[in-house]
């Protein structure tokens, strides 16, 4: 897969042309459909921008494009998250895909437009890729297949009303297809409403009537000469149906009827049966139109029209939709936006207007603001004349009225929340609040990954930790997200450092390790002196002819909360501190004079002790003082005799340099 990635902008191929393969001629998904592609025509175009990944590629220099991709686009109807599989169908392939929201945008900004990526996976590694409850909570940069880079992202949150795209892509030349299918989430991506017939409008001059549905359906469930519809009365028969958008897509929501002869003025209905097609009109989940359904429409010659309405806006709008009930003469609209201006609660300039023109004609004119409006409010559009010298002229010919349409804004929102801790010696409660400005209507926390939906909520943590806590608001049009990261350190814990062996003439010195929120300390040295700050004095023991431990207890609390911990050592006080080294041992086992070795050598530094036999052969060695002789060799038991001894070392007090050598007797 690395290598692949590494070459990809060398090798980008032909452009991308095929239906599918563009995001503006995307598959729709009906979420209940699995997608089978045998095959994926090869083409790469663009290059695609993938958070995390793109300014530090995997291997130095990943190139990440729409290679040999396709597209599917989606509207999410209740909010929740997205499961989907994307399983190959030969085992030693990888498939790559990322995920936009383009809300409001055209499909094709996924290329320039870096904030519409919601989640994807790069990775090298073969086979099933997607994305699943268990998914990692980062997007996987371009990867070698033998690292076995995780395939499957966590599913994302869709938001209800929002629209989707999703691209699938190969870096190989060659490749078997895949199946898509999508499941194991709570979003809702099929559409609940059946297809229905909505208006029919004929022509300026009565032989054509354009008939609009509810929603798109198949481009293969229509017949091109018509045979699904008819008209009422049966004046005239419908002789060929063209859609909108067939050309260049998979779907369609326009019919353009041809009619055998020109209708006289009057009231029709188009009516809808069983084409030789053997259906009417079906959508991607396969729901058909009914059967014997009708659209009732008047013509009548020629008026000059109003425009009836302005299309739906998004959060801080940039532009706006101004439908017609017929269509628009493109050349008749003003480029700079001259035939409308606008007035509300905040000022708002016309920089530029346009229409979505086919074959010289639009159904509506986008309206472009030099600036989003993010005031909520009323606003009011007035068509006028521009400086073309005219308002725009519909498709008869006939010049629009003067007139004016109103549309409103709402609010951008902030997912800014407030929260307070409630302190605890071992657990915390956290109350986490949001301010519900701007009708903020709907609410989804995750809190270490718990997804609440309240406006406010509280979550119970451990006194020591690191939680995770992201809140998305919306207020139905316009959302927000913040991530926070909240540490919690206030669990109340004893610790302490301190020589576990001194000598009786050095002070014992205590470093105090404790964590949380600690307001009180407590120090007992045996029964010998308390003292109550956090960092006490060296403390020095009563000097005494005999080894001996004492008890060392720090006892630390949080008086407000209540909360409390102690710890204890114990620390042995030498009877002298000497590396003077005895004449002999026997190692009996009996518990007495069993070892051989520097008697309480703490001051030893650099400690260095040797012995040897008397064939100078290295019997035992120690760099610890504490690990004595035990009068073995490999393990197996010494004989009486002499040995012989050396030890280096440096005095801890006076940094002399020691050396010392002698004899001992070892006695059985």
């Known amino acids: 897969m690395l290598a692949f990635v590494l070459l990809a902008k060398e090798d980008l191929g032909q452009a991308c042309t095929n239906l599918g393969q563009t995001p503006s001629t995307a598959f729709p998904v009906c979420g209940t459909t699995v997608f089978h592609q045998a095959t994926v025509p090869l083409c790469s175009t663009n290059d695609i921008f993938v958070p995390g990944c793109s300014n530090t590629p995997a291997g130095g220099g990943a190139a990440y494009q729409n290679r040999n991709p396709y597209f599917y686009k989606f509207t999410c109807f209740v909010s929740g998250t997205l499961g989907f599989l994307i399983a190959p169908l030969a085992a030693n392939e990888d498939y790559d895909w990322q995920l936009w929201d383009i809300t409001g945008h055209n499909p094709d900004d996924i290329f ?321 609040s949001h301010n519900g400005a701007n009708d903020v209507i709907t609410w989804l926390w995750d809190i270490n990954n718990l997804a609440i939906t309240t406006q406010s909520t509280s979550a119970i943590f451990p006194a020591i930790s690191s939680n995770h806590v992201q809140l998305f608001v919306s207020n139905g049009v316009c959302t927000d997200s913040v991530s926070k990261t909240i540490d919690l350190d206030n669990e109340v814990k004893a610790s302490f450092t301190a020589d576990d062996v001194i000598c009786p003439e050095d002070k014992l010195t205590v470093t105090n390790t404790s964590t949380g929120t600690i307001d009180s300390w407590r120090w007992n040295f045996g029964s010998l002196g308390t003292s109550f700050v956090e960092d006490p004095p060296p403390f020095l023991f009563p000097t005494l002819s005999r080894e001996i431990k004492y008890p060392v207890k720090l006892i630390v609390s949080n008086q407000s909360l209540g909360c409390s911990d102690s710890v204890t050592k114990f620390i042995t006080v030498l009877d002298f501190c000497s590396t003077d080294i005895p004449t002999a041992f026997t190692p009996n086992n009996d518990g007495l004079n069993d070892n051989f070795g520097p008697h309480n050598a703490v001051k030893a530094d650099n400690y260095h002790f040797r012995i040897y036999n008397r064939w100078g052969q290295l019997i035992f060695e120690s760099t610890d003082w504490k690990k004595r002789w035990d009068g073995k060799f490999n393990g197996r038991l010494q004989g009486t005799g002499v040995y012989v001894w050396m030890l280096n070392y440096t005095h801890r007090d006076t940094g002399q340099e020691v050396l010392k050598k002698g004899t001992v007797t070892l006695i059985r």
């Open 112 to 432: 320039t437009n870096n904030s519409l990526v919601v989640t994807g996976n790069w990775a090298g590694t073969y086979g099933n890729t997607g994305a699943s409850a268990t998914g990692v909570t980062f997007i996987q940069c371009a990867s070698d297949p033998a690292l076995n880079a995780p395939t499957f992202a966590k599913m994302p949150t869709l938001i209800a009303g929002h629209e989707y795209i999703l691209m699938i892509s190969h870096f190989t030349n060659g490749q078997s297809g895949y199946d898509l299918s999508f499941g194991g989430g709570t979003a809702v991506i099929t559409d609940p409403t059946t297809p229905h017939l909505a208006t029919a409008k004929a022509d300026c001059d009565g032989v054509k009537i354009t008939v609009k549905l509810n929603k798109k359906v198949k481009c293969n469930s229509i017949t091109a000469n018509g045979s699904e519809f008819s008209l009422s009365p049966a004046i005239t028969t419908v002789v060929a149906a063209t859609t909108d958008s067939c050309a260049f897509g998979f779907d369609f929501d326009e019919i353009t009827l041809t009619l055998a002869a020109p209708l006289p003025n009057g009231t029709y209905s188009v009516v809808i049966n069983n084409g030789s097609d053997g259906n009417t009109l079906r959508d991607h989940c396969d729901n058909q139109v009914p059967q014997g359904e009708i659209a009732t429409f008047t013509y009548n010659k020629p008026q000059p029209v109003f425009a009836d309405s302005i299309g739906k806006v998004g959060c801080a709008p940039d532009s706006i939709r101004v439908y017609f009930p017929k269509k628009i003469n493109c050349s008749s609209i003003a480029t700079n936006g001259s035939d409308f201006s606008i007035t509300g609660p905040s000022p708002v300039n016309v920089n530029s207007a346009s229409g979505n023109c086919v074959n010289g004609v639009t159904p509506y004119v986008v309206v472009n603001f030099a600036s989003p409006i993010y005031s909520k409010g009323t606003y009011t559009v007035t068509l006028k004349a521009g400086t073309d010298g005219n308002i725009v002229v519909d498709e008869c010919g006939m010049e629009t009225p003067l007139q004016t349409l109103t549309f409103t804004a709402v609010d951008t929102v902030s997912a800014d929340f407030q929260y307070n801790v409630n302190y605890g010696c071992t657990k915390d409660t956290i109350f986490f």
